[in-house]
């Protein structure tokens, strides 16, 4: 008869392959069972949108044929517990696990397009996901998820009045735009705009989450400022084109958040409309913005490159019809998104694992 001992010995020798530990050790083990012709085992991944999940789950059932015997017949269910790793005071988005600063040097990279599809394809793996439009003067989410003219409800939370999120897609949404006249300009200055961002931390009702998506404006400035100083930033993802002059202002986004005071983690860089594809030549790819340049500028700062983003027209048709490409026709488009996102989680692991607990950035600008 196997035994439970026999079979925890056995995943005492798979290693997870981010976190180079076995699955023992990490407490990856949720449960084991056993019959005369089966064994079960539920390992607990750091989040459901893993890369890897399947070479984790082959990688059990083959320990187990090896240590414990060939004509075992082995079950390996997976499931999913998103970490996190913040410190002190939960007084800010007490139930948000991970806050995604995603940015740009410049505007025009596709930044929002890729906000909007990586916490849809979050969602899509089985995380719960809100999207915050923190581009004040220039939001898109209205527009890209289709709910122009609609106003968020409000509710009493513990004696105070909160904003409650639109939901659309699967996530939790919210951006100025849902809150102000799209037809006017918003004309603020800096501290107004920094106010605003407060609010749509501090009074709204974001519930629990795993992942909090933060499209931020272009550029280096007070919002970016602000959102540090205001809530625990798990990382950054930064998103650039190929061509050089985008690469030059991605440059920046690296450098504001990985050095000097600030000292967010970057969790990589994804190239958006890195190679076109026509549709009648699938397998053809023409470079029209150049050529893998944004994996060369991960290569210069040592981060990883999350993903390649094709110049697809769905895409664009997607965002202005409101219908982004994740819940869209194009299987092109959905996969690169989809890959992006779990290399994205997977890195969020990672950082969650390995780095220091994420805290409130403390500065004197």
Known sequence: MVSEQQVYKALGTVQEPDLKNDLVSLSM???????ETEVHVTIVLTTPACPLKELIRNRCIEAIKREVGSEIQVRISLVSQ???????????????KNIIAVASGKGGVGKSTVAANLAIALAREGAKTG???????GPSVPVMFGVRGERPMMKQVQGKGRIVPLQRFGISLLSIGLLVDEKQAVVWRGPMASSALKQFISDVDWGDLDYLVIDLPPGTGDIHLTLVQTVPVTG??????????ALADARKG???????????????????????????????????????????????YGIPLL?????????????DEGIPAMVGD?????????EFARRAAQQIAIRNAEMKPTGIVETAF
Request: avoid cysteine.
């Open 254 to 300: 690296i450098v504001m958040f990985s050095t000097g005071a600030i000292k967010v983690p970057v969790l990589g860089l994804v190239e958006n409309m890195a190679y076109f594809s026509p549709a009648d030549l699938p397998g053809n790819r023409y470079y029209i913005f150049g050529k893998d340049g944004g994996k060369r500028l991960a290569e210069e």
């Open 131 to 137: 999207l915050l439009d923190a581009d004040i003067y």
């Open 307 to 319: 993903g390649q983003i094709p110049l697809v027209q769905s895409i664009r048709e997607g965002g």
């Open 29 to 35: 083990v949720r449960e084991v069972s056993i019959n």
């Open 330 to 338: 194009d299987l092109q488009a959905r996969e690169a998104f989809g």
């Open 236 to 245: 950054a993802i930064i998103v650039t084109t190929p061509q050089e002059v």
């Open 82 to 96: 998103v970490n996190s790793n913040r410190k002190g005071s939960l007084s800010v988005l007490p139930g948000v």
